[in-house]
């Protein structure tokens, strides 16, 4: 076929087939828009704004905006760059991110936006939460005190696990993830240590016992190859539309 | 664990709603009606019901300001915290009432008997302070009707035994033109319409040569969104009625509902009209904010009246196939949910999380089915509009801005109260009109409107000028405006959905920044960081509060900027060293992050 659909992408094009959004197209195109709370194996969410792109001059979340046929999207732009790296910050200072001390440093998706976008000072005054961390299971351990609110960890439990152990439940700088039983502790559902939603978090809130620093700091997950790099090897390519 | 039974009042509640899990809301907000709060072992219960996962319940209580987790109190009093409030005196007033009853803001006390707080805008400006006393609005707050209620509450006194006078709300009306002077009696719009239209598409036509533009703050052409709803394929076309004023400073919905009841019910009808052409159907709901409980009974003895009347339910007006009814829910505080999707989101009994778009409500909406969600207001004009016709509405306003609009006034002014006006009047028109001499400052369309000064006074009330919702509070010469913008930021703060990171994280740092500013430690750097924010929250944030949260900001920095500067206690001069900052190794070391290993020099996060 020879009418292939396209948007621009800071003016090259980028193929898409109906249904996918301005982000899954762009990365199975091996185009990086930086991103957090989307995955590409669950229905997006759009609420990180990391991928905030301009379609036609007005902003838009990437990974909820559905394609369209002659989109201009840009996307490395100052303005757009300035945004992520403000945003970026506003997580570090809402969440206790002490990156040397915590456990997922090297697989942290936070820290290695951080990298990639060169945040290098937080920029606001932390806000130090002082939520008391769930030790409860025997393989599981929660600290609530990272949690970035992506909702992956919901997700996963629903659409993977068939369980519902998560939820993010309250309001405004008091939402927060919640455990799905009576006493709130994590000992007290049926997840399970192999569950998606253990696997899924991007950050350092749902982190599996026993395994601390297995694999040392500096030979990790983006350690070894940079953020960009990696989401662009996790896209989902169809035989059609790919290049790069 | 073990689950105990419900009780026969709640599963009474449940069968009311059919233990229809799309009810959550309404059913969790009737549950604490009977308990006072919402203990965990009834949502576990709860949820073992409805069969949803205990979480959910859970967190979208946690969502409500007015659904409790944890005990509240027998006697819950929540002052109204908007700016007119504390202008009225409400900070003191709070102060009394405790000290009276030998409470703690925000803490029940020890004995289970009283709990006081602060609340968001209760939409009693024109008669502040406001209270909420367990959901009931009492107007008027002053030191004696505080003793009163003292009193009241330390004999424990049942509300429904407390003085009706104490709940009296007026409701003021000091200008009336086209629509509050001669609104349509009960059914004569809708016996206008149906006499020369056979499904609908005549009023449609009307309502679009009238040039009507959405109330609720946006000004979207309301025959477009009519248009594309009655388009849309779907089982059922919903009629949604936005009552959820959340906007502080805004109450003229309040007062439509309280006196021209019938005018909004009409204007409802006629919509379902248009939407089902009198043939596929169609059902009503209308979106009560919490606040406005006290007008449950009487809108709800207004649906029945109508009902008998025949103009609500099967065969309206005797019109075969033209079956409509209006079903009430009510909100358990929430601003955001005056967001049309996020609205939808809190009746369908969810948390009131603004929806990604698209689908936009027209399509899929209430249910995923097609809807139109409209403001109070909007359906008003609706029916002013069938029944006088688009010409006699479009001879007022301005090309751009046809027909009326209400305006909520208060503030320093002599005479608080609504005041209709062809669009196109100007702010000084205004003032004179409300007994304002002197005014410094007014607040156009609430916090997430535009706050003018004396020299844009001629400025107009127009979609094209100074669009607005309604809010038009008065700040006279005594008003310290960046008190006043403080107080904004921090309803913004606590309204915050939470959902998106530029709005939830961002409303919290720019009430941190205030908050310094205000307590004498602001400097040039802290406007610099307000920018920042601001820049990030308008591009990036999910709907329109957060995009809107800095115009409070915008206006005191752009046209205010003196009563900004005179706060910072230096210019040029940032405190580069941050002794908090310069323990982190030492805490590193010690492996310690806790309070107490911190410097708090200031409090960012609550
Ligand atoms: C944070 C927020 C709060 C809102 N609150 C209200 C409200 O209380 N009442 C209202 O009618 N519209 C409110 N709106 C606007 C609605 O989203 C929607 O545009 C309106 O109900 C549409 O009705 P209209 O076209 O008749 O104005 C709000 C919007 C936002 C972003
Ligand atoms: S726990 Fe992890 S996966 Fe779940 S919402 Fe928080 S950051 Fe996301
Ligand atoms: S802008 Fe604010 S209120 Fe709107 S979705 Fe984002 S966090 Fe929620
Ligand atoms: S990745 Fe798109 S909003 Fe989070």
Redesign the interface.
């Known amino acids: 076929m020879n009418t292939r659909l396209s948007f621009l992408l800071d003016g090259a094009e980028v193929p898409f087939t109906p249904g996918q959004s301005v982000i899954q197209a762009a990365l199975a195109a091996g185009r990086y828009i930086p991103h957090l709370c989307y995955h590409p194996e669950f229905t997006?969410h759009?609420?990180?704004?990391?991928c905030?792109v301009r379609a036609d001059g007005r902003?838009a979340?990437a990974c909820?905006l559905?394609a369209r046929a002659g989109l201009q999207v840009d996307s490395e732009t100052e303005?757009l760059r300035?945004?992520r790296r403000?945003?970026v910050q506003?997580?570090f200072?809402?969440g206790?991110h002490?990156c040397?001390?915590c456990e997922k440093s090297g697989n942290c998706v936070l820290q290695s936006l951080g990298y990639d976008l060169e945040v290098h000072t937080a920029?606001?005054?932390?806000?130090?939460?002082?939520r008391p961390v769930d030790a409860s299971h025997p393989d599981i351990l929660l600290d609530f005190n990272r949690c970035?609110?992506c909702r992956l960890c919901v997700r996963a439990s629903?659409e993977v696990d068939g369980k519902?152990?998560?939820?993010?439940?309250?309001?405004?700088?008091?939402?927060r993830l919640?455990?799905?039983?009576?006493?709130g502790r994590l000992a007290?559902t049926d997840i399970a240590v192999t569950d998606k939603a253990v696997e899924v978090c991007p950050v350092g809130v749902i982190l599996r016992k026993h395994v601390g620093f297995a694999v040392p700091i500096g030979r990790r997950r983006y350690d070894v190859k940079p953020l960009r790099e990696r989401a662009l090897e996790d896209a989902p390519r169809g035989e059609e539309g790919t290049h790069g | 664990m073990s689950t105990p039974p419900l009780t026969p009042e709640l599963e009474a509640v449940l069968d009311r709603h059919g233990r229809d899990p799309t009810r959550l809301v309404q059913i969790l907000r009737e549950a604490q009606e009977l308990a006072g709060w919402l203990p965990p072992p009834l949502i576990t219960a709860l949820a073992r019901a409805l069969r949803l996962p205990r979480a959910r319940v859970e967190g979208t209580a946690a969502f409500y300001s007015f659904l409790y987790l944890r005990p509240a109190g027998r006697y819950r009093v929540l002052f109204s915290d908007n700016v007119t409030d504390r202008m009225q005196g409400s900070e003191a007033l709070l102060d009394q009432l405790c000290e009276r009853l030998w409470a703690e803001k925000g803490r029940v006390t020890e004995d289970g008997l009283v709990y006081i707080d602060t609340t968001s805008c209760t939409g009693l400006c024109d008669q502040g302070p406001g209270l909420l006393v367990n959901g009931w609005a009492i107007p008027r707050a002053s030191r004696e009707r505080l003793d009163l209620i003292a009193g009241l509450i330390l004999e424990q006194r049942p509300l429904a035994e407390w003085p009706a006078e104490l709940f009296h709300i007026d409701h003021p009306i000091h200008r009336r033109d086209l629509l509050l002077a001669e609104p349509p009696t009960a059914g004569e719009a809708l016996a206008a319409v149906l006499a020369h239209d056979a499904d609908g598409s005549g009023l449609l036509a009307q309502v679009e040569r009238a040039g009507l533009r959405g109330r609720g703050g946006a000004g979207f052409p309301t025959a477009r969104k009519w248009a594309a709803c009655r388009q849309a394929p779907g089982a059922v076309h919903y009629v949604v009625c936005n009552a959820d004023e959340g906007e502080p400073g805004t109450f003229k919905d309040r007062v439509l509902l309280a006196e021209y009841a019938d005018l909004v019910l009409e204007g409802m009808t006629l919509c379902a009209y248009v939407l089902g052409a009198g043939r596929s159907p169609t059902q009503g709901l209308i979106y009560l904010r919490g606040e406005y409980r006290f007008l449950l009974e009487h809108l709800q003895s207004a649906l029945a009246r109508r009902r008998a009347a025949g103009l609500l339910g099967r065969a309206i007006c005797g019109r075969a196939g033209f079956d409509f009814d209006i079903e009430l829910h009510l909100g358990a505080g929430a601003y955001v949910c005056g967001e049309e999707s996020a609205l939808l989101e809190s009746l369908e009994g969810k948390r009131g999380v603004p929806r990604n778009r698209p689908p936009y409500p027209v399509t899929h909406g209430y249910l995923g089915q097609p809807t139109v969600v409209n403001n109070v207001e909007t359906f008003c004009a609706a029916a002013v509009i069938a029944r006088h016709g688009a010409e006699a509405y479009r001879a007022r306003g301005t090309p751009d801005s046809p027909g009326s609009k209400l305006l909520s006034v208060a503030g320093d002014c002599a005479r608080p109260g609504v005041y209709e006006y062809p669009f196109g009047v100007t702010v000084r028109e205004v003032l004179a009109d409300c007994g304002a001499q002197d005014a410094q400052a007014v607040q156009v369309g609430g916090p997430s409107g535009t706050l003018v000064g004396p020299h844009e006074f001629d400025r107009r009330i127009a979609f094209e000028d100074l669009a607005t919702a309604g809010a038009f509070t008065v700040f006279g010469p005594q008003r310290d405006l960046f008190e006043v913008v403080r107080n904004y930021v921090h309803f913004f703060a606590h309204e915050s959905c939470g959902f998106c990171t530029p709005c939830r994280v961002g409303t919290a740092i720019l009430r941190g920044v205030m908050d310094k500013i205000h307590a004498g430690r602001g400097a040039r750097h802290d406007l610099e960081q307000l920018e920042q924010v601001e820049r990030a929250m308008r591009l990036a944030s999910h709907c329109g509060l957060g995009q809107t949260a800095c115009n409070p900001l915008r206006d005191l920095r752009t046209r205010f900027r003196p009563t900004l500067e005179r706060r910072l206690a230096s210019l040029d001069f940032a405190p580069a060293f941050d002794l908090d900052a310069a323990l982190a190794r030492a805490r590193a070391f010690t492996g310690r992050d806790d309070a107490r290993a911190h410097l708090h020099t200031d409090t960012l996060a609550s």
């Open positions: 997006p759009g609420s990180c704004k990391l905030t902003p979340a909820t559905p303005e300035a945004l403000t945003l506003m997580l200072a809402e206790n002490f040397p001390s920029g606001f005054r932390h806000f130090f939460l002082d970035v609110l629903e519902g152990v998560f939820y993010l439940g309250g309001r405004g700088v008091q939402r919640l455990v799905s039983s009576e006493s007290d």
